[in-house]
């Protein structure tokens, strides 16, 4: 965009306080019109914690994106057709909610905590955009996946033999990193995307392609499970570090 400006602040989703630090910065504006919930990270090989003490993938993947989201609705409640879209993977469709052990405490597998945690987050966009119609608050909330983008997501992830199968399927399968956020900006700018749609790639198995509408599993849409998970983040007072503030409307308690 021409004469754009662009400014750098630090944030970060394993920390609340920095959630926080963060969105204080954030409502010196009058409005914010898009949110793109893209930060993350992936099948960590050993179990590690956030600041607050969660799980580091669901912590940092999903109540932090969660969080930051909350403390920005005024401003983008003061927008003129604001969007939120929430980036999911294909790892949701093997995802479910462990609601004995959310925290991955007693049994920790990195691809079961990854995909739970992107399962969490497109329920989470589906749940803010069925707030959003209740209220009325003409924001549109969207998911999308990039797949096989060629980051260093796997480099920083999982390692071992792992990685080095992704470095030689790359080349085959993957496409860049500006490919892979296709979908992405689609969900975030099209005036065909639509609410509560999940975009991804639109070629073979969803791993390359234009974008395209994307499956999403019926777990996604569960919501009876959404509100069980609900009441599991308000028992971890996850409530108490996200709101923190006074939401004009019948949906103030949280975006769940």
């Not at 030689?168 to 892979?180: E, H, I, K, M, T």
Request: charged fraction near 15%; glycine fraction near 8%.
């Amino acid at each position: 965009m021409t004469g754009a400006r662009v400014s750098y602040e630090h944030l970060d989703l394993a920390s609340l306080a920095s959630v926080a630090n963060f969105a204080q910065w954030m409502h010196a504006r009058q409005s914010l019109d898009l949110l793109i919930n893209n930060a993350g990270i992936m099948a960590l090989h050993r179990r590690q914690t956030t600041a607050d003490g969660f799980e580091m993938q669901f912590g940092t993947n999903h109540l932090g994106h969660f969080a930051l989201t909350a403390r920005l609705m005024p401003l983008l409640r003061r927008a003129s057709g604001p969007r939120v879209v929430s980036v999911s993977s294909l790892a949701h469709r093997t995802g479910f909610i462990d609601f004995d052990d959310l925290q991955g405490a007693r049994v920790y597998s990195p691809w079961k905590a990854y995909g739970q945690s992107k399962l969490a987050t497109l329920m989470f966009a589906l749940e803010l955009q069925r707030r959003s119609d209740a209220a009325g608050w003409n924001l549109i909330s969207n998911a999308a996946h990039p797949e096989f983008a060629r980051t260093n997501l796997f480099a920083s992830g999982p390692g071992g033999l792992l990685s080095l199968a992704t470095d030689f399927a790359a080349p085959l399968f993957g496409y860049s990193a500006a490919d892979g956020a296709r979908p992405i900006l689609f969900a975030a700018t099209s005036p065909e995307a639509r609410p509560g749609a999940y975009y991804g790639p639109g070629g073979f198995s969803e791993l390359r392609g234009a974008p395209a509408r994307a499956l999403m599993m019926p777990q996604a849409e569960a919501r009876r499970r959404m509100m069980r998970l609900r009441r599991m983040v308000a028992s971890h007072d996850v409530h108490q570090w996200a709101s923190g503030f006074h939401w004009e409307g019948p949906a103030c308690a949280i975006l769940y």
